[in-house]
């Protein structure tokens, strides 16, 4: 019996033990599941995840495109999603020539946007009610999304000034680079689908010109510099502004690029000086709409 009992005795220890262990493996397995099944899957995770991650990935592009198509909408609503007329694809313009004796200037700012320059500059248009056009370059929409889009949500419109602003030669795969990039990255961030391109520097033979005239941008330059990126004092950079300033003109500014306190101290003055001159201000895509119109009126007295 002893024996017996000393021989049941383990057994029933190695029941116990079976029980426990049992017990314990099951919890074991439970707390390692998660990495067990990542383990066992091997191959497998790799098709499940990524499924996984392009359902999430449709599930972003969805959002997104509904974000755009808002974004868009507003845009459109506002007049700013903008096509130019036929005519004016592949060709470059330095003013409007405008027959019906129209009083209007645009103003256009480039290389921005800027840190504290564009916002001042946006918030002398808003204080005046004005819309001017801004060509605006890539890395810098790219760093400064928000400044972009509050440009688009106040009225203005945007021009592509390529992505880097360089002035060197660049082949076709470069040029297209500089471009649709920049392009892409307008309308990803604005919902502004622009076709208006201006030179940088206005340089028209380093290949990025070309491509953008080859894929019916409009090359839009100026037709008055105010020089506001050289050195000169803020009385001739307004000067220079009016010296050569006529109706359906361009003006260069900048507010971004480097430091335009000048520009933006010149800005209010500018303003003032065309309104006394009886001049009202119009975007780009308006100018280009005015002298297709005023074409066309042409067109049918013939
Ligand atoms: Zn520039």
Same mark, same amino acid.
């Given at each position: 019996?002893?024996?017996?009992k000393?021989?049941?005795?383990p057994?029933?220890i190695?029941?116990?033990?079976?029980g426990l262990?049992?017990?314990l493996s %099951?919890?074991l397995?439970?707390?390692i599941? /998660?990495?067990?099944?990542?383990?066992?899957?091997g191959? =497998? $995770?790799n098709v499940? !995840?990524?499924?996984?991650?392009?359902g999430?990935?449709?599930?972003i592009?969805?959002?997104?495109?509904?974000?755009l198509?808002?974004?868009?909408?507003?845009?459109?609503?506002?007049?700013?999603s903008y096509?130019v007329?036929p005519?004016?694809q592949?060709?470059?313009?330095?003013?409007?020539?405008?027959?019906?004796?129209?009083?209007? %200037?645009?103003?256009?700012?480039?290389?921005? /946007?800027?840190?504290?320059?564009?916002?001042?500059?946006? =918030? $002398?248009?808003?204080? !005046?009610?004005?819309?001017?056009?801004?060509f605006?370059?890539?890395?810098?929409v790219?760093?400064?999304?928000?400044?972009?889009?509050?440009?688009?949500?106040?009225g203005?419109?945007?021009g592509?000034h390529t992505?880097?602003?360089?002035?060197?030669?660049m082949?076709?795969?470069?040029?297209?680079?500089?471009?649709?990039?920049t392009?892409?990255?307008i309308?990803?961030?604005t919902?502004?689908?622009?076709?208006?391109?201006?030179p940088p520097?206005?340089i028209?033979?380093?290949?990025?010109?070309?491509?953008?005239?080859?894929?019916?941008?409009?090359?839009?330059?100026?037709?008055?510099?105010?020089?506001?990126?050289s050195r000169?004092?803020?009385?001739k950079l307004?000067?220079?502004?009016f010296?050569l300033?006529?109706?359906?003109g361009?003006?260069?500014?900048?507010?971004?690029?480097?430091d335009r306190?000048?520009?933006?101290?010149?800005?209010?003055?500018?303003?003032?000086?065309?309104?006394k001159?009886?001049?009202?201000?119009?975007?780009?895509?308006?100018l280009?709409?005015?002298?297709?119109k005023?074409?066309?009126?042409?067109a049918?007295?013939?």
């Open positions: 019996m002893e024996n017996n000393s021989f049941l005795w057994q029933g190695l029941i116990a033990l079976l262990s049992a017990s %099951i919890g397995m439970m707390l599941k /998660p990495n067990a099944s990542e383990a066992q899957s191959q =497998n $995770i499940s !995840n990524t499924t996984a991650r392009v999430t990935q449709k599930r592009e969805g959002l997104k495109a509904a974000m198509t808002s974004w868009q909408q507003e845009a459109q609503i506002k007049g700013l096509a007329a005519r004016f592949g060709v470059t313009i330095q003013s409007a020539k405008l027959t019906q004796g129209q009083k209007v %200037i645009a103003l256009t700012f480039d290389d921005g /946007p800027w840190p504290e320059s564009t916002a001042q500059v946006l =918030n $002398i248009l808003k204080e !005046n009610n004005i819309k001017s056009t801004f605006v370059v890539g890395q810098n790219k760093n400064y999304p928000d400044l972009v889009k509050r440009v688009v949500a106040e203005h419109a945007i592509n992505w880097h602003h360089w002035y060197h030669y082949n076709q795969q470069a040029a297209a680079y500089e471009v649709e990039h392009t892409d990255l309308y990803k961030t919902g502004v689908k622009t076709n208006l391109f201006r520097g206005g028209m033979h380093n290949g990025v010109a070309a491509y953008a005239r080859n894929n019916k941008y409009a090359l839009i330059m100026w037709s008055s510099d105010s020089l506001d990126y000169l004092t803020v009385p307004i000067n220079n502004v010296r300033a006529k109706p359906g361009i003006v260069l500014l900048h507010d971004g690029g480097g306190t000048k520009t933006v101290q010149a800005l209010p003055e500018i303003i003032t000086g065309f309104r001159q009886g001049y009202s201000f119009v975007t780009i895509p308006e280009l709409e005015m002298q297709d005023d074409h066309k009126l042409i049918n007295k013939k």
